[in-house]
């Protein structure tokens, strides 16, 4: 079973940075969609970047563009997050996540699309206080 691993959550004040991590060594196929979800306690895992393996184009939700930043470093089949200005409202497990393939336009972040994204990590937490 392919299983993608995710570190770097912990806890930090609120205006802090925490960078995200994902091993997506265990995908074969040569391009995906990489995303980064959420889930804070009694909500709905929700998108907060994406990016395409194959052309580099990222994706972002309205509440962390600006703070957020998705990249990643093809040569160890690993993606990032980038957070700064982290603010008590980002607090929630972080799930990185793959869908095989290109990343669906315009927004490949939509909930209708979550049920696409193949393969799942088991979440890192991110604890943010004010």
């Known amino acids: 079973q392919v299983q993608l691993m995710e570190s770097g959550g912990g806890s930090v004040q609120a205006g802090g940075s925490l960078r995200l991590s994902c091993d997506a060594s265990a995908v074969t196929s040569s391009r995906n969609c990489m995303g980064w979800f959420r889930q804070a306690p009694g909500k709905e895992r929700e998108g907060v970047a994406a990016i395409d393996t194959g052309d580099g184009r990222t994706h972002y939700t309205d509440s962390v563009k600006g703070r957020f930043t998705i990249s990643q470093d093809s040569a160890k089949n690993t993606v990032y997050l980038q957070m700064n200005g982290l603010r008590p409202e980002d607090t929630a497990v972080y799930y990185c996540?793959?869908?095989?393939?290109?990343?669906?336009?315009?927004?490949?972040?939509?909930?209708?699309?979550?049920?696409?994204?193949?393969?799942w990590g088991q979440g890192t937490q991110v604890t943010v206080s004010s």
């Open positions: 996540a793959a869908d095989p393939g290109w990343c669906l336009r315009p927004d490949p972040l939509a909930r209708e699309w979550l049920n696409r994204y193949r393969y």
